[in-house]
């Protein structure tokens, strides 16, 4: 019994304290480090956050450049794959062209109407957003969090918080700015949570990710009219983010209310940060 | 000359797993995350390598690819190293008090290495107040369990042409 004890200590011992087959490194040192860094994660002082951010923004600019032959790949197979699906392409195109006609009419009319009725009521019509663009560069999945990086960070004014388009369309915030890039938590992630109102019904709620595709609405009231194909904006009223920017539209699926997203996230290349909003404008 | 092309190409085949534990690290595959499997290429790459060939992968470069990995998915700093630096220990514990290795052996200790290994990670990510998916983690586990033949052949190919 006393041997086997021993066999074990002895095998734990040398497993762990002693350096071993050409390490230069014990194991146990290592360990500590680590969980000391994970404590130490917690803390927010200025020069710890300026090593985090020469940490991130090189390991960021290293990984952009390793993944240079993978996206390669992907762009080769991604053109030839629209290359043979040219014509099925096309005969879409047709069709969206001509319905895209129609409604630009009616587009027109109902912007007209609006600004009428805006005046009417005394509201401020022009946005005070300042945007700023940048280059995603990289967009990893990654099974923690659903977010991508992007190529400007505090050198372009950019601070936490700050609402994130692509085009026109709202796709998250930013969470975490280096000196020279921030991470964008998507509205697919699990901590989004974004104050909306949808279009024409008009309710408030929350747009909830769960770290699918397509992010759910909460707290919408009992008697709500939301149905398939209602627009979804961003509300405003956390004070943060502008009221009225493009969120996505409503599809009903089995009994869940759920967001198509006017943006396709895997597919985004450029996006505008506001670097000014609501807060700051006011 | 002869001798040098064999020496050149031994060094470059040594050098394949820490390669490979870089390149998946720095594009961010370290967890290949399907609908319905979630396998960690990380853990098996170290685990594989400490029980068999140590030498190859140092725990300083274990150490790196983990922070490495930390930055990319954006958990807290530590982390991923950690659960990567248990793995290794776990393997090279059963390395000491095993004697013959075989598939069977390799795939039954590596059970018990996930569970600790995923509860470390577990303990890890709910004391920095991130948010845990504990489905994730259950499927994460039975995943890479299921799929570590398949890399143990592969690597075992890497090994036996090392050591010829």
């Known amino acids: ?13 040398s497993a762990f ?5 050409k390490q230069r490194f014990s194991l146990l040192a290592l360990i500590i480090i680590s969980t ?15 090593v985090r951010l020469l ?4 390991i960021f600019k290293s990984s952009s450049v390793a993944s240079l032959p993978y996206k390669g790949i992907n762009t080769i ?15 879409e195109l047709k069709i969206e062209n001509s319905e895209l006609k129609n409604n630009i009419l009616k587009n027109n009319f109902l912007e007209l109407e609006n600004t009428q009725l805006r005046k009417l009521i005394d509201e401020q019509t022009s946005s005070k957003s300042n945007f700023v663009s940048a280059r995603v560069m990289l967009d990893n999945k990654s099974p923690y969090i659903n977010s991508f990086i992007i ?22 915030r930013i969470v975490d700015v280096n000196y020279f890039s921030s991470r964008v938590l998507l509205v697919t992630d699990l901590n989004s949570k974004i104050a909306i109102i949808t279009e024409p019904s008009g309710h408030h709620a929350l747009l909830s990710g769960h770290g699918e595709k397509k992010p759910t609405l909460e707290y919408l009231p009992k008697d709500h009219s939301v149905r398939d194909g209602n627009k979804v904006y961003t509300s405003g009223k ?13 599809k009903i699926e089995k009994n869940i209310i759920k967001v198509l997203l006017f943006s396709n996230l895997s597919q985004i290349t450029f996006v505008n940060i506001a670097i000014k909003d609501l807060t700051e404008s006011k | 000359m002869d001798g040098f092309y064999k020496k050149e190409k031994f060094n470059f085949i040594s050098l394949l797993p820490i390669f490979l534990l870089f390149f998946i690290s720095l594009n961010g595959n370290s967890v290949v995350d399907l609908i319905y499997f979630s396998i960690s290429i990380h853990y098996i790459i170290v685990y594989y390598w400490i029980l068999r060939k140590p030498e190859t992968l140092g725990y300083g470069f274990i150490f790196i690819s983990g922070i490495i990995t930390d930055v990319i998915y954006g958990s807290p700093l530590g982390v991923n190293a950690l659960s990567l630096l248990i793995i290794a220990a776990v393997a090279a514990y059963v390395r000491a008090v095993t004697v013959k290795i075989t598939l069977i052996t390799d795939w039954i200790s590596f059970i018990p290495a996930l ?13 920095s107040n991130y948010p845990v998916d504990y489905l994730f983690i259950l499927k994460n586990s039975i995943s890479t369990f299921i799929f570590y033949p398949v890399l143990w052949v592969f690597f075992s190919i890497i090994f036996n042409f090392l050591k010829s």
């Open chain 1, 151 to 172: 190529n400007a960070g505090s050198n372009k004014k950019i601070k936490n918080g700050k609402a994130v388009l692509s085009g026109k369309n709202f796709v998250g």
């Open chain 2, 115 to 127: 569970l600790i290994t995923n509860f470390i990670y577990f303990l890890s990510v709910y004391f």
């Open chain 1, 17 to 21: 304290l002693s350096k071993g087959t």
């Open chain 1, 36 to 50: 000391i860094l994970i404590f130490i994660e917690k803390i927010e002082t200025k020069p710890l956050n300026y």
């Open chain 1, 55 to 58: 940490i991130n923004d090189t």
């Open chain 1, 238 to 250: 956390e004070g943060v983010f502008a009221p009225g920017i493009p969120i996505g539209s409503v």
């Open chain 1, 1 to 13: 019994m006393d041997t086997n004890r021993e066999d074990i200590s002895i095998a734990i011992r």
């Open chain 1, 77 to 91: 197979t991604k053109k030839t794959k629209n290359h043979f699906n040219l014509y099925d392409n096309y005969n």
